[in-house]
Every structure is written in structure tokens, then in C-alpha cells.
């Protein structure tokens, strides 16, 4: 297998996308977990440009890397200056990383129109700083920016811009399509005839303007380029970044690379969901081999067919890339699905048997009322346990009062008072929260603590709210999913109503419940 340096760089280019602000300890944890991935490269942001990506790199300086170098960032010297004296480029030298990557124009028309200099003034940038690293004794990556939009304008002066960075000394050489607009196609031929004209290893680095960011990148590699800039879960600017999360499995399992150890592939997805949990970021069910999606099925004749053969319809096992295959519950699942979670409560129940015409008819009740299972098995399974009387709630509800306070003082805005019975004992408790169902939250499992220590490992890790019938008004009806996690397993729980706190409600105390009577 042919090996393939992945280069990640999800706390610098990542960073730079909408919504997305690592603090310098989010930065650090997601540097363990890429050298845990078994990355070559971890490219951790540009130190000459704010305090804050200093500070990292003074800390991450202590921390022993197993797998991954760390990188550093930035740009070529500016003009008409000397490198040494340039401070952009002392910075980079302060972050003491053993790689530098540098940045430097190849498209005529930045240089002379947005960088107002000369095209020779241009070609000493690159060459000097590249030098100014190599004498240092730095590896030096060389970023030729906006390569492939330069290449087709004027070819002759974007491949002088690559042989300066090559002449100066650059260890290797990466191709930028940074506006994200070439076809694979044309990557693919260009980066051919690069590997004639320069001989330093080439990379690959995409940005997903028009969603060719996974494929531009497979192209080049499949055209000789031997590293693979980009990030987990496709973070970026604009339209974000090359995938890592597709284009990792994609090389390794479908095509003869390789780009991470072998024994580290079945981290993709947790990786993949942890750094969205670290982003604080909703994590995308329908990404390639890390999204929930990615392994379920819904389709009755479907899920027939990957039962009897799981190549019908799926190219790998999940639990490769740490994924897990779904069956999908709904009216359309048909009853072999449905009979499927039947039996893992009650294996004695056959599609024949009349507790399974009963669970379908009260399923497609359900789903007429606004509820969705197949995406709240945790409900699903709940609801199941109660058709066939195999369900003892652990607490019942004697009221809630909810009371939302405006302006809010400290970020809290909401309280919420809660009295439940457990047994024969009653539990009074209140919390506040930032909002109405995060104090509902709270109080809930203020209250059951007493009795169920073990509720202090959960946690809500996603709420979503989506309005059923909007021509409604304020009076629409709404449905609640509430993701939670006790660190190994996660679930989702349901909660329908046109009063988004009784929805809320009904959500959270089926992922209590489905955690309680999993103990």
C-alpha cells in the first residue's frame, strides 16, 4: 500500500469557520485525539497572528506526540523586506515546532492586484522565507495558494513560483485549490504535470466551494500527490474544508493507500463526533462513514436484504470506522424490522404473534400524531416495554412549575420547581437553567439522584425542536429529540405536544427512563 501523509488542519483552517472558536484548551484536546487518529501532521494555527495561538503552542510544546508533528503556520515575508527582520516569520520560529508551513502567492493576478507587488518580488518571498526555515533547520511545507486558478492563467508563472519555493529548499510542495472550484478532472492533469516539473513531494489542499473538496483531493493523490491536507467533519471557511472523515476511509478502505494505522480506523467516528461536541456544533448525520446515517437502513426491503447479506447494501462493516449499522423504526420498516426490537425485549415473539400486529398499529398511531421512531429508538423501545406490561416507571410526576425571568443575570433566565414521587417517598427540588428545558433538566436530576446515583454519568449532548405545522401559528404542534450519552452509549427520546415544554418533558424523561431501565 502506497502511504499517504495526512495532514490535518482543523484548529487553523478549521477554526476559520462560521460559528467555530476553539479555546486554547479545546485546541489541545483535539491534538491528542488527531495523534491518537494516527495523523502525520497536526497544523495548529499561525502564532503571528494572535496571542491565543502562542499561548497553545507554549503549552503544546509539553505535551509527547505518539503519531503527529505539529505544524506551524504563516505566511511568506512581506515585501521589500528581510526575512530575518520580518516578525511574522520570528513568530513562527517562537512556537518551536519542528515543521513550518508557509503560504506564499502563485496566481499573477493576486500578486500584482491584491498583493500590489511585482511578480519577481514575489518569487524572492517565496524563496527567502523557505530559506530563512531550512536554516533554522525546519522542514518547511511549501502552500502554493490559489495554485490551480494561477496554473490556468498563466501556467509558465505559477510552476516559477513552485520552483522557487524548490530551489530554496522545501521538503514538500502542496497544491491549493483555494477558491474550491476545479473539477477532479483538471486536478488530476495538472498535478501530473506538476510531479514532471518539480521533484519534491506533492500534497493536496481543497476547500469544498462547490462540494468537489473529497474528490479533487482522491483525484490528486490517484495523480502522485503523497499528503492530504484537510479537516475532521469538512470544518472550514465558507463552504469548509476537504473532509478527512471521507477522504481517510475512502483511500484506505476502498483504494490501496495508506493513511493512518490501521488499528486507529475504527476511532473515525468517535473522533469525528467528539470534535463537533468540542466545536459545539451540531455533529452531521448524514456525513460518509461517521454520520448516524451512514450505516441506516429504513426501507422494509431494504433492511430484508442487508439482514441476509449486509454487502446488499453496505460496502464494509461500521464498526471499521466505529460506526454502527440502524434499522430504522417507522410504518414503512415493515414487521420483520419491527420484530427485530420486539425480540430483544421478548424473544418469544414471532410476526404472527398478536403483540406484534398491536405494536405496528400503535406505531403508525404514534407516528399520525407527529412522532418519528427512527430517529428515537430510545423511545421506541420504551413504548415497546409498555404495549407488552413489561414497563414499571421509576418515578411519576406530581407537577412542575417552569417560570422564565427576562433579562437574564449570569446567562440563567429560567427556574424550575419539580416534585416527583419515587416509590412511597416524594422529592421536592429546584434548579435554575439557561432556558426553561435546561432547568427542567437540572431539577429532574437534582430529584432522582437520591434514589439513582448512577444518573450523574448522563448528559443531554443535543437538543433539536422542529415545528410540525406551521400554518398554525403559536399554537403549532412541535416535536422535541433529546440526545444523551453516559460516555459509551447514546440514545434519542421523543416528546410531541403543541407546548414545547411538555414536548421538552416527555423527551427527557424517556432518556432518563431508557438509562434506568438499562441498568
Not at 502525520?40 to 494555527?45: F, L, V
Not at 446488499?312 to 470506522?321: N, T
Request: overall charge negative.
Amino acid at each position: 500500500m502506497k502511504r499517504i501523509f495526512i495532514y490535518d488542519t482543523t484548529l487553523r483552517d478549521g477554526a476559520q469557520g462560521l460559528g467555530i472558536s476553539f479555546t486554547v484548551e479545546d485546541k489541545l484536546k483535539i491534538v491528542r485525539k488527531l495523534d491518537d487518529l494516527g495523523v502525520a501532521y497536526i497544523e495548529a494555527g499561525n502564532p503571528g497572528s494572535n496571542p491565543k495561538d502562542m499561548e497553545f503552542y507554549e503549552h503544546a510544546a509539553r505535551i509527547r506526540l505518539k503519531n503527529a508533528r505539529l505544524v506551524a503556520f504563516g505566511s511568506t515575508r512581506r515585501m521589500n523586506i528581510a526575512a530575518e527582520d520580518d516578525d511574522n516569520l520570528k513568530s513562527l520560529l517562537k512556537a518551536k515546532t519542528d515543521v513550518v508551513t508557509v503560504f506564499g502567492k502563485t496566481w499573477d493576478f493576486q500578486v500584482t492586484d491584491i498583493l500590489k507587488t511585482t511578480l519577481e518580488e514575489n518569487l524572492k518571498m517565496i524563496s527567502d522565507t523557505v530559506k530563512f526555515f531550512k536554516d533554522a533547520g525546519k522542514e518547511v511545507i511549501y502552500d502554493a495558494e490559489h495554485f490551480f486558478d494561477g496554473f490556468i492563467g498563466n501556467e509558465a508563472y505559477a510552476l516559477k513560483t513552485l520552483t522557487a519555493a524548490a530551489e530554496a529548499g522545501a521538503d514538500s510542495i502542496c497544491l491549493c485549490d483555494t477558491r474550491g472550484g476545479i473539477f477532479p478532472s483538471t486536478i488530476e492533469k495538472v498535478v501530473a504535470k506538476v510531479g514532471q516539473t518539480v521533484s519534491q513531494p506533492l500534497g493536496i489542499h481543497c476547500h469544498n466551494d462547490t462540494g468537489m473538496g473529497v474528490a479533487c483531493s482522491i483525484s490528486a493523490v490517484q495523480s502522485g500527490a503523497v499528503m492530504v491536507q484537510g479537516t475532521i467533519n469538512g470544518l472550514g471557511e465558507r463552504c469548509g474544508n476537504a473532509n478527512l472523515c471521507s477522504i481517510i476511509p475512502n483511500l484506505q478502505l476502498l483504494g490501496d493507500y495508506a493513511c493512518i494505522p490501521e488499528e486507529c480506523m475504527h476511532m473515525m467516528t468517535p473522533i469525528s463526533r467528539s470534535i463537533s461536541e468540542i466545536a459545539n456544533i451540531s455533529h452531521d448525520e448524514t456525513q460518509p462513514y461517521v454520520g448516524g446515517a451512514a450505516f441506516a437502513h429504513k426501507g422494509g426491503m431494504h433492511m430484508d436484504a442487508v439482514r441476509k447479506s449486509t454487502s446488499a447494501y453496505e460496502l464494509f462493516d461500521p464498526s471499521i470506522v466505529g460506526n454502527q449499522r440502524v434499522f430504522l423504526l417507522s410504518e414503512v420498516a415493515g414487521r420483520s424490522a419491527i420484530l427485530k426490537k420486539i425480540n430483544e425485549i421478548d424473544s418469544t415473539i414471532t410476526k404472527d404473534s398478536p403483540e406484534a400486529s398491536l405494536i405496528l398499529e400503535k406505531l403508525k398511531e404514534m407516528e399520525a400524531k407527529g412522532y418519528q421512531y427512527e430517529g428515537a429508538e430510545g423511545s421506541f423501545e420504551l413504548l415497546v416495554k409498555k404495549i407488552l406490561g413489561c414497563y414499571a416507571p421509576s418515578f411519576e410526576l406530581k407537577e412542575f412549575k417552569v417560570i422564565v425571568n427576562e433579562p437574564p443575570v449570569n446567562e440563567v433566565n429560567s427556574s424550575a420547581m419539580i416534585k416527583i414521587h419515587v416509590g412511597d417517598q416524594i422529592e421536592i427540588t429546584a434548579a435554575e437553567g439557561e432556558g426553561p428545558v435546561n432547568a427542567l433538566d437540572k431539577a429532574l436530576r437534582k430529584a432522582l439522584e437520591r434514589f439513582y446515583p448512577d444518573i450523574r454519568s448522563i448528559k443531554l449532548t443535543d437538543y433539536k425542536v422542529r415545528v410540525l405545522n406551521s400554518t398554525s401559528a403559536t399554537a403549532s404542534k412541535v416535536r422535541v429529540l433529546i440526545e444523551t450519552s453516559d460516555g459509551t452509549n447514546t440514545w434519542t427520546t421523543i416528546g410531541v405536544s403543541t407546548d414545547i415544554i411538555e414536548a421538552s418533558w416527555i423527551a427527557l424523561v424517556d432518556s432518563i427512563e431508557h438509562r434506568l431501565l438499562s441498568n
